[in-house]
């Protein structure tokens, strides 16, 4: 696939999946080995079904989730993100139940396409801002 195809395909993955919650496109988009990478979410496992309810989890603590580009460029076999999420807390997330609290965290993934599908995601994000705006923990003491 060409570069703007591999760029086109992770835009379809962010539409479909984490925004509407259309997992029936999973096994369309990913690879059937398909490892997610990620420190925060590392109990879901990986391969689609792994993907899946790891998705879910997102979805029932942020309903409303929504993933933006802030900007994307390919590389060979490669895709890079750099994104923001935004959601209301409205269902448990890392054993903190619902808040209210509306969130936006950034991030960047770099996603590896293999035979058309995604097979690897490596996925970094504001874990700690999006616990600051949950009112979890605190800022940073200044003097």
């Known amino acids: ?3 703007d195809a591999n760029c086109a395909l992770v835009r379809r993955f962010i539409e479909e999946i984490f925004n509407t919650g259309n ?3 999973a096994e369309e988009i990913l690879a059937r080995e398909y490892v997610h990478h ?7 496992g990986s391969g689609i079904e792994g993907f899946k309810r790891l998705i879910a989890y997102y979805r029932e ?6 993933i933006t580009f802030d900007d994307q460029f390919a590389t060979g076999d490669r895709v890079v993100d750099r994104w923001t999420g935004q ?13 209210g609290k ?8 770099i996603h590896r396409i293999v035979d058309g599908r995604i097979a690897e995601t490596w996925n970094n994000y504001d874990a700690a801002g999006m616990l ?3 009112g979890v923990i605190s800022g940073i003491a200044r003097e």
């Open 102 to 109: 509306p969130v936006s965290a950034t991030g960047i993934s």
């Open 1 to 3: 696939m060409s570069e």
């Open 87 to 99: 959601g209301t807390h409205q269902g448990e997330l890392m054993g903190i139940p619902a808040t």
């Open 23 to 25: 997992f029936d496109v």
């Open 132 to 134: 600051r705006q949950l």
């Open 61 to 66: 603590a942020f309903p409303d989730l929504t």
């Open 38 to 44: 990620d420190p925060t979410t590392q109990e879901f």
